[in-house]
């Protein structure tokens, strides 16, 4: 019975999850994460760990699911504005020559290592969570990467 009222609670918080900032939606997912693993460690049954979807929820978003889904449109918002920063700066710089003659701008290794600490954050949540996260962050990457070669192709041709 608990553990359906907590269900319904996390339904209730997913409604305003646009609502709470970045770090409370971390926070809350840590908490659930750290709930799930509690029951883990008393031997509950794995599909009994799940939040079941709460009687009054819609079955196609339970909250949860709207609280993860909020962060990972925050955080891909974040990630895709630093990535614009970044290819700016290296539309508009000269890359960088390496002592084996091949030519490189940072711009990329600078993206990577910033997805590469948020993964870290998300990695104690969900592994799901990070594959949602990594896979959209890197298809916009790969998109925008594409515009900027057109665009330096465009200015040498």
Same mark, same amino acid.
């Given at each position: 019975?608990?553990?359906?009222?907590?269900? %319904?609670?996390?339904? &209730? $918080?997913?409604?305003?999850? %646009?609502?709470?900032?970045?770090? !409370?939606?971390? +926070?809350?997912?840590?908490?659930?994460?750290?709930?799930?693993?509690?029951? @883990?460690?008393?031997?509950?049954?794995?599909?009994? $760990?799940?939040?079941?979807?709460?009687?009054?929820? #819609?079955?196609?978003?339970? *909250?949860?699911?709207?609280? /993860?889904? =909020?962060?990972?449109?925050?955080?891909?918002? &974040?990630?895709?504005?630093?990535? @614009?920063? /970044?290819?700016?700066?290296?539309?508009?710089?000269?890359?960088?020559?390496? =002592?084996? !003659? +091949?030519?490189? &701008?940072?711009? $990329?290794?600078?993206?990577?290592?910033?997805?590469?600490?948020?993964? =870290?954050?998300?990695?104690? /949540? =969900?592994? #799901?969570?990070?594959? $949602?996260?990594? &896979?959209? #962050?890197?298809? @916009?990457?790969?998109?925008?990467? +594409?515009?900027?070669?057109?665009?330096?192709? *465009?200015?040498?041709?």
């Amino acid at each position: 019975m608990y553990h359906v009222q907590f269900a %319904q609670a996390m339904d &209730t $918080v997913g409604q305003v999850a %646009q609502a709470l900032s970045t770090a !409370g939606q971390l +926070a809350l997912m840590q908490w659930v994460a750290g709930y799930q693993q509690t029951l @883990r460690g008393l031997g509950v049954q794995e599909e009994l $760990v799940r939040l079941p979807v709460a009687p009054l929820s #819609c079955e196609a978003s339970p *909250g949860f699911a709207l609280l /993860i889904n =909020s962060y990972t449109d925050r955080m891909e918002d &974040t990630m895709s504005a630093w990535f @614009r920063a /970044i290819l700016a700066q290296d539309v508009a710089g000269q890359p960088q020559q390496m =002592s084996d !003659g +091949a030519l490189r &701008t940072p711009g $990329v290794v600078d993206f990577f290592r910033m997805l590469n600490e948020q993964v =870290s954050v998300l990695e104690e /949540i =969900s592994l #799901c969570t990070v594959a $949602v996260v990594l &896979t959209t #962050c890197v298809e @916009r990457q790969g998109h925008l990467q +594409a515009a900027r070669l057109r665009l330096k192709a *465009g200015r040498y041709a």
